[in-house]
């Protein structure tokens, strides 16, 4: 079945730290990639997003996250943690040829020891 | 930010009752969707529109029904509320994608909906 995983539910690190969250998906063919991250009682806000081209994409705050096709996955990474990049993390797809339709893993909730 | 408001932003209502949430944008974005949000399933799509009057079923439609009469307004009903159904809400919006691929959607800040 086609699904997108996020294996961790909890990450703590420490400020100054880096960052690496997972994210791996099941579909027949590489589906378009996001990452999406929510603070508390905020709504979602897009962070990076992969189409095609260069598997390492720049986004906002700082982050990356590098698409390698052998192993399904996207992963966000992040060299120096801040205290005010604790939040909910989701990767999210969409399916090639399934137009707007963002499908969500189930979330990584970070929390940043000062 | 994108200009998206939700409301109420907050709602305690009892099993039974109908509920109707609602959705406003100030872009002119064509489409529009319905998300609950619940721990350990992330987001998951409700019901989306695509345009005035038209919309399709999401992942977890079952109990909820959605209308669209003008651009900037997409309402979510819960014609008869259970204890299922609390949840965190989001409303999002998008643009028409662009050579086949998909936009951007920006999401509203979400109505938590409490059923008791």
């Given at each position: 079945?086609?699904?997108v995983t996020q294996?961790?539910?909890?990450?703590?690190v420490?400020?100054?730290?880096s960052l690496?969250l997972?994210c791996?998906?099941?579909?027949?063919?590489?589906p378009?990639?996001?990452w999406?991250?929510q603070?508390p009682?905020?709504?979602?806000q897009l962070?990076?997003?992969?189409?095609?081209?260069?598997?390492?994409?720049?986004?906002i705050?700082?982050f990356?996250a590098e698409?390698?096709r052998?192993?399904?996955?996207f992963?966000?990474?992040?060299?120096?943690v801040h205290?005010?990049?604790?939040a909910?993390?989701?990767?999210a797809v969409?399916?090639?040829?399934?137009?707007?339709?963002?499908?969500?893993?189930?979330?990584?909730q970070?929390?940043?020891?000062? | 930010?994108?200009g998206?408001?939700?409301s109420?932003?907050?709602?305690v209502?009892e099993t039974g009752?109908?509920?109707?949430?609602?959705c406003?944008?100030t872009?002119?974005?064509r489409?529009?969707?319905?998300y609950?949000?619940?721990?350990?399933?992330g987001?998951?799509?409700?019901?989306?529109s695509?345009?005035?009057k038209?919309?399709?079923?999401?992942?977890?439609?079952?109990?909820?029904?959605v209308?669209?009469?003008?651009?900037?307004?997409?309402?979510l009903t819960?014609?008869?509320?259970?204890?299922?159904q609390?949840?965190v809400?989001?409303?999002?919006?998008s643009?028409?994608?662009?050579?086949?691929?998909?936009?951007e959607q920006?999401?509203?800040?979400?109505?938590?909906?409490t059923?008791?």
């Open positions: 079945a086609q699904s294996p961790d539910i909890h990450i703590t420490s400020e100054g730290a690496e997972r791996n998906y099941s579909y027949g063919a590489t378009y990639l996001f999406y991250v603070s009682g905020q709504g979602l962070l990076l997003k992969y189409f095609s081209g260069d598997t390492l994409v720049q986004g705050k700082g990356e698409f390698k052998s192993q399904s996955s992963n966000l990474r992040k060299p120096s205290w005010s990049d604790a909910e993390y989701f990767c969409v399916p090639t040829g399934g137009g707007n339709k963002l499908t969500f893993g189930t979330g990584t970070l929390k940043v020891e000062l | 930010d994108a998206i408001t939700q109420p932003r907050h709602k209502t009752t109908p509920v109707t949430l609602r406003h944008q872009e002119n974005h489409y529009m969707y319905w609950r949000q619940d721990p350990g399933h987001l998951r799509l409700i019901h989306y695509y345009g005035v038209d919309t399709d079923k999401g992942e977890v439609s079952d109990g909820y029904s209308s669209r009469s003008k651009t900037e307004d997409f309402l819960l014609e008869s509320a259970t204890s299922s609390t949840s809400y989001f409303c999002a919006i643009g028409d994608s662009s050579g086949g691929l998909p936009y920006y999401f509203g800040p979400g109505t938590r909906l059923v008791t």
